[in-house]
């Protein structure tokens, strides 16, 4: 068993380098050149405000689960060689 001495040694030192290593991680994240905008539709590689999404959305779908299917299918219904 450890002795409360140990213990509380063990957690203060802990609880310091959690606290200097988050403030380093803060201030080197502000300062980086590489720092993009945030906020609501900033984190996805479209523009979901363009008149042609939904078109483009709704393609994207049926071709992406479509063609499976339809694979799928086609091989299913295939003759045998």
């Not at 380098?17 to 300062?31: D, E, I, K, N």
């Not at 049926?62 to 060689?81: D, E, L, M, N, R």
Request: glycine residues 4%.
């Amino acid at each position: 068993m450890l002795s409360r001495a140990a213990v509380r040694a063990s957690t203060k030192a802990t609880s310091q380098v959690v606290a200097r290593r988050g403030f380093h991680a803060t201030r080197s994240q502000l300062s980086s050149p590489y720092h993009y905008a945030e906020g609501p539709y900033s984190n996805i590689p479209f523009n979901p405000k363009t008149k042609y999404f939904p078109y483009l959305f709704w393609s994207y779908v049926f071709f992406g689960f479509g063609t499976p299917v339809f694979i799928a299918t086609w091989q299913s219904y295939k003759p045998a060689p």
